[in-house]
Every structure is written in C-alpha cells, then in structure tokens.
C-alpha cells in the first residue's frame, strides 16, 4: 500500500520548521494533565473484529467532557502560556481545537476568543460559547480563519495559540504514549491526519516506546492537500470539499509536514461516502456516534487500505462532536446527494 513516490522525496522537508517535542517533554506533558483529566478507556468490539478479520484497538479520545484528544494539547500549552503570565489567546479551529482552547481557558482561569470559518458545524459553536470563549466567525475555510487570527491577535490583545505548537503535539503525544501501555503488541497505529499534530504526537511516542510499529495517516480524499504534499514532497494547496471538519485542511504546516515525511510510514485516501459508511459500522459495533474524521482510519481498515499483514491495530477516536445532520446521514446510510451507501 506504499505510495511509488520515493523516499528521499518524502524526505524534503520544508523550511522553517519548529522544535519537536521530546519523549521527557511528553512524559512532563502527561504529569501536567493528571489533575486536569482522566486516562481514557481502550476497547474492543467483538462485531468489527469479526468483520475485518483482524483485532483492532480503539482509543476513546471521544470520551473526553468535550468529546474530543484536542483538550490535552491545549492543557499543556495553555498552563505554560499562563506561567509566562498571559491571561488571553486566540486560535483559529474548525471546531475540536476551539473546544480544547476552550475548555483549558475556563479551567485555567484565562479568557479565548474562537475564530471559526463561517457556517461551522453549530454544536461545537454552541458547546465552545457554553465554555464562556467567544466566537468569532470569519472566511470560508480554516486558513482564511487562521490568518485573520493570526493578524488580529494585538488587537485582541491575546496571544495567538497555533494548531501545531511544539507543547500542543506534546499534549497529543500522551495520548499515544497512554495507548502503548494500555494496549501491548501493536502491529501498527493508524490516525486522522488534518494539522498533524495528533499524527506527530504519535510518532514521536511510537518511535520511543515501541519503534517497530509504524504509524499510519489518513485523510479524506475530499480534502487531500497534507496528503499530496506528502506524497509529491512539494507543499501544495489545495481546496477542502470534506464534511469531516476535522482533517479539513487546505494548506499543510511547514513543521508537521517535515516529521510526517520523514516518518509516517504510510498515508492513505478515504472518500467522504466510505468515511459514512465507517461511522454506521462504528455505531453497529460500539454504540456510538463519532465525526467523520474520527472514522476515517476505519474507512481505511474498511476498505482494505491498511495491509492485511497488520493483524493487531490501534485506532485513534479523536472526537464525538457530530451535527445533527452529520449524525442524521451517517445514520441513515446515505451520501451527500442522498443516495444510499451500501457498508
């Protein structure tokens, strides 16, 4: 399932790039986020390792209060901003990283202000207001969002929280550092990719834990812009046609990009319709609802995209934050012109 493209081209990485985390840095990461949250549970359902043959892990970031892995990253680096004495941030999301920014500023006594592309998915807008952040809705997609964030911080008078800071891939990789001890003989991992920090953060405890499981990306092949990029070795740009907020990027960053060429070991496409269809089937098996880009590694495993040679998996659920019409489609089975989709 390797792409043709060769390595030393995967390897070309951009400029600019920021540090990485350390595995010490995760590790100190996960003793910030013990008296904030919870370990969250590993499970496995007896249904879809009937249907793909093969043992599949699931970690339940979605069990998290605000349904969704984001809440760590933003802990860390939020409680270090604070410790350099900033009380105010602004980012930029298209929704699960708005919660998590969110979420870490209530709890952390600090004021956030969400910018959020225009027509986001409501409920996370709603669930982000209840956290007492303000919202702020500006373009069409999340770089539009992004930069006007970005621009408008002084103004604000807020620091600007990027979606792949060093402390917030940290904050993720205690996840993956959580699931190898929680869940022995991993084959190989496979994640949602969208900023990529998530996907890094996974590398990097992967790397050091157990580095002979490798590490496996996805994306909507709606929305392939980190994949191209990936795939090509030239940073492309691309427009974002997904309904799976969460991996719908338009634009790779320059420093996930470069640790995810050097190495992800693998990077697969999942359509929109198969990312539905994954979300039923998840349902039949566990009895819940999950966002589409949490179900696209499941897409993958579905559709035959992660090698069969994998016979024990570990999947990310990275999120549970759903609109109802998102909840409403996967349910019934359908695509997005209302045909319906055979899983």
């Known amino acids: 399932?390797?792409?043709?493209?060769?390595?030393?081209?995967?390897?070309?990485?951009?400029?600019?790039?920021?540090?990485?985390?350390?595995?010490?840095?995760?590790?100190?990461?996960?003793?910030?986020l013990r008296e904030h949250i919870a370990p969250t549970p590993v499970h496995r359902y007896a249904l879809c390792d009937e249907s793909l043959e093969r043992r599949v892990c699931f970690k339940h970031e979605n069990h998290h209060e605000i349904g969704a892995f984001k809440v760590r990253g933003a802990l860390v680096h939020l409680s270090k901003l604070r410790d350099?004495?900033?009380?105010?941030?602004?980012?930029?999301?298209?929704?699960?990283?708005?919660l998590g920014v969110?979420?870490?500023?209530?709890?952390?006594?600090?004021?956030a202000t969400i910018v959020v592309p225009q027509k986001s998915n409501p409920r996370k807008l709603q669930r982000i207001r209840a956290l007492s952040a303000s919202v702020i809705e500006r373009?069409?997609?999340?770089?539009?969002?992004?930069?006007?964030?970005?621009?408008?911080?002084?103004?604000?008078?807020?620091?600007?929280?990027?979606?792949?800071?060093?402390?917030?891939?940290?904050?993720?990789?205690?996840?993956?550092?959580?699931?190898?001890?929680?869940?022995e003989g991993l084959d190989a991992m496979v994640v949602p990719i969208g900023g990529g920090s998530g996907a890094c953060g996974c590398i990097i405890a992967a790397s050091a834990h157990c580095p002979e499981v490798p590490v496996i990306g996805v994306q909507s092949s709606q929305a392939?812009?980190?994949?191209?990029?990936?795939?090509?070795?030239?940073?492309?740009?691309?427009?974002?046609?997904?309904?799976?907020?969460?991996?719908?990027?338009?634009?790779?960053?320059?420093?996930?990009?470069?640790?995810?060429?050097?190495?992800?070991?693998?990077?697969?496409?999942?359509?929109?319709?198969?990312?539905?269809?994954?979300?039923?089937?998840?349902?039949?098996?566990?009895g819940e609802l999950i966002e589409g880009a949490a179900a696209a590694p499941i897409a993958a495993l579905i559709c035959g995209r992660v090698s069969r040679d994998f016979k024990k998996v570990g999947v990310i659920i990275t999120g549970r934050n759903l609109s109802e019409n998102e909840a409403l489609l996967a349910l019934n089975g359908t695509d997005r012109k209302g045909k319906v989709v055979h899983g």
């Open 1 to 32: 399932m390797f792409d043709s493209v060769n390595r030393a081209e995967r390897d070309v990485c951009l400029s600019g790039q920021d540090e990485f985390p350390t595995l010490l840095e995760i590790d100190q990461a996960a003793s910030r």
């Open 84 to 98: 350099q004495g900033v009380t105010a941030v602004v980012t930029a999301s298209t929704g699960n990283h708005g």
């Open 102 to 111: 969110a979420e870490a500023a209530r709890q952390l006594g600090m004021s």
């Open 139 to 183: 373009g069409k997609g999340f770089e539009s969002a992004r930069l006007w964030a970005l621009e408008n911080a002084a103004v604000l008078g807020a620091r600007f929280v990027n979606t792949t800071e060093s402390n917030i891939i940290a904050g993720a990789g205690t996840y993956a550092s959580e699931f190898l001890s929680q869940c």
């Open 224 to 286: 392939p812009a980190v994949y191209e990029s990936w795939r090509s070795g030239v940073s492309r740009t691309m427009p974002s046609r997904t309904f799976a907020e969460g991996i719908a990027v338009e634009r790779p960053f320059e420093n996930t990009l470069g640790l995810l060429r050097r190495s992800l070991a693998d990077f697969v496409l999942a359509s929109d319709d198969e990312i539905r269809v994954a979300q039923r089937k998840f349902f039949e098996w566990a």
